[in-house]
C-alpha cells in the first residue's frame, strides 16, 4: 500500500525538542523531494521545510530557521524532521509529503500525504 506514516509528535514544553519521523511505503522513495508541513487550528496548512531527492538541499521557512533540520535516509525509505528550542506557537498538526519538485513549497506541488502528527508546545 503506497502510504506515508508519521510518528514522533507529542506534547513538550517550550525549549524543548522532538524529533518527527516519516516512513514511506512508495517505489522510489530517493526520486522525491520530502517536504514537512504544518497545520494549527483554524489555519491553513502552512509550509515547513523540504529536503531534496539526495539530502544535498534543504529549505526551511523563516520562523523554523536555525531550530528545525531536515534528513532523509533513502535506504530506509525514511524521513525526519528535528524541531529544537520549540516554541508555543510550533503547536500543530505536522504532515510528510513527496513532490517530484526539486523543492517544493506549496501545496498543489506534493502528490502523496501522511496522515499528520500532533505536536504540542506548552509555554
Known amino acids: 500500500q503506497v502510504q506515508l506514516v508519521e510518528s514522533g509528535g507529542g506534547l513538550v514544553q517550550a525549549g524543548g525538542s522532538l524529533r518527527l519521523s516519516c516512513a514511506a511505503s512508495i517505489r522510489s522513495f530517493g526520486n522525491y523531494a520530502m517536504g514537512w508541513f504544518r497545520q494549527a487550528p483554524g489555519k491553513e496548512r502552512e509550509f515547513v521545510a523540504v529536503i531534496s531527492w539526495n539530502g544535498g538541499s534543504t529549505y526551511y521557512t523563516d520562523s523554523v530557521k536555525g531550530r528545525f533540520t531536515v534528513s532523509r535516509d533513502n535506504a530506509k525509505n525514511m524521513g525526519f524532521l528535528q524541531m529544537n528550542s520549540l516554541k508555543a506557537e510550533d503547536t500543530a498538526v505536522y504532515y510528510c509529503?513527496?513532490?517530484?519538485?526539486?523543492?517544493?513549497?506549496?501545496?498543489?506541488?506534493?502528490?502523496?500525504w501522511g496522515q499528520g502528527t500532533q505536536v504540542t508546545v506548552s509555554s
Open positions: 509529503a513527496v513532490s517530484r519538485m526539486l523543492l517544493g513549497i506549496r501545496r498543489h506541488e506534493y502528490e502523496l
